[in-house]
């Protein structure tokens, strides 16, 4: 891969001046032949295996960020779902103390999150999955790093309603026993969750996957808000050639620092994520970058418009620089990580029915949006359904990181900090699905899946 001198400068300027990170590194590692019927070897195979791993990732990530001057913003690691490797060991307090163990791992190595801790149910439960769930509260609301993940529901499988079921209540007794409810911040569900996804909170190693990989995960929404307000008056044509240059030139330079990486680590290189990920510092917000194409608020009419031609260009650029782009690879549109987010649903041009129709041309989906803490749990698991089935549909990734907060009603503010930002609690639709989410099964799969 040849870098030349002009990529070298254009690179220092959007680093300097525009925020350009890679937002992960997220080292993939497989926990299955950690396995043992001592439960007590298991745990210490489990901690050895991650420890060692994840200590040589931070060093080797920091020898690169003082190399090239790119800052390195979390360095992760991904696991195998927990609920394959915990079949033999199928009780609640085996589950939480692999939690623990996971999460003490990830902390003395210096490891900002762990994901994996999750299940694969899009077409039916075992006896583990559905323990996994059972137990998610405790795990979420009592460990700093763990994050899981459900996937129930794909364009193959379709949508397995007896696992969304389940949610609402998990999530609201998640709440209520972790501080600021931030417990739910690190538990996503999925519809079509890719095995090699490096962000947080839905990261996990899939089974598709070798031993180890290191998949990284790039952002750079300041550098393209910077070229946008550079051309404001061009047509929609020219103004998405020139965001997918721009992303062409990130793309390269995460695949760059990528590579020698996972060189210095003597593992395989993954994918790269070239996905525009938000965060609340200025010039950061992906909501502002769509503001800048001429949107008054995201929110307004034209922003589904706006969120599809970033989109494009977007998976364009990233493809044209790179053979080994993957994961979810698009447009994050969180609400308590993006200040531009924030200010939208604050000044009422956002609310959630419109949030929903965006995800239906973004990736990942519904993300890190509060909710009043006394909405029913049937509410919580249709809002999830219906998010979910969009993906199922149109086959793409859909998510929803949705956080009921107890004593908190719409247009009340929950703070969560750092990272995780500041969360305005969004109005609900007061009308129920309960006794249509109560039939349960499953959700056929359209008949775009018959591709055989």
Do not use: W
Not at 23 to 45: A, I
Not at 68 to 76: D, S
Not at 295 to 319: Q, Y
Request: some cysteine; aromatic content about 4%.
């Amino acid at each position: 891969m040849t870098v030349t001198l002009e990529e070298i400068y254009e690179t220092a300027g959007m680093i300097l001046y525009q925020n350009l990170d890679i937002r992960t590194t997220t080292l993939g590692v497989n926990l299955k032949d950690c396995v043992d019927s001592d439960f007590e070897k298991f745990r210490e195979n489990v901690y050895t295996r991650i420890s060692s791993l994840a200590g040589r990732l931070v060093v080797e990530a920091k020898k690169l960020e003082r190399k090239y001057g790119v800052p390195i913003v979390n360095k992760r690691i991904s696991i195998t779902p927990v609920s394959l490797i915990m079949e033999t060991h199928c009780q609640p307090e085996k589950f939480v103390d692999m939690a623990r163990t996971l999460d003490r791992a990830a902390r003395d190595a210096g490891i900002d999150f762990i994901g994996g801790f999750g299940a694969l149910v899009q077409k039916g439960m075992t006896r583990s999955d559905r323990m996994l769930i059972d137990v998610l509260p405790e795990v979420l609301s009592k460990t700093e790093r763990v994050c899981a993940f459900l996937n129930v529901g794909s364009t193959v499988a379709g949508l397995n309603l007896d696992a969304v079921n389940l949610l609402g209540a998990m999530l609201k007794r998640t709440a209520e026993i972790s501080e600021n409810a931030v417990g739910c911040a690190k538990f996503v569900v999925f519809a079509n969750a890719p095995e090699d996804n490096p962000f947080m909170a839905g990261a996990f190693h899939g089974v598709g996957e070798g031993d180890v990989a290191l998949n990284i995960g790039i952002s750079g929404p300041g550098v393209v808000k910077s070229v946008v307000e550079k051309n404001r008056d061009c047509d929609l044509t020219k103004l998405s050639e020139i965001i997918k240059r721009t992303v062409f030139k990130i793309t390269r330079a995460g695949e760059l620092i990528g590579r020698e990486l996972a060189a210095a680590l003597d593992v395989p290189f993954g994918i790269v994520d070239i996905s525009l990920a938000s965060t609340t510092a200025a010039g950061d917000s992906v909501a502002n970058v769509m503001e800048a194409f001429g949107i008054e608020r995201i929110g307004a009419h034209g922003s589904t418009l706006a969120l599809a031609l970033l989109m494009n260009a977007v998976k364009k650029g990233g493809a044209m620089a790179s053979g080994n782009v993957g994961g979810l690879s698009g447009t994050f549109i969180p609400v308590s990580e993006d200040s531009g987010m924030i200010a939208a649903v604050e000044a009422g041009a956002l609310g959630l029915d419109k949030l929903e129709a965006l995800t239906a041309v973004c990736s990942v989906g519904l993300d890190m949006f509060a909710i009043p803490g006394d909405v029913p749990e049937e509410t919580i698991n249709a809002i999830i359904a219906d998010e979910l089935v969009i993906g199922i549909v149109n086959n793409k990734t859909t998510g929803v990181r949705v956080i009921p907060v107890p004593g908190k009603k719409a247009g009340d503010r929950v703070v969560f900090g750092g990272l995780l930002g500041t969360a305005p609690v969004m109005a609900v639709n007061p009308f129920s699905a309960k006794e249509f989410l109560r039939r349960g099964g499953r959700l056929p799969a359209p008949v775009t899946s018959m591709r055989n």
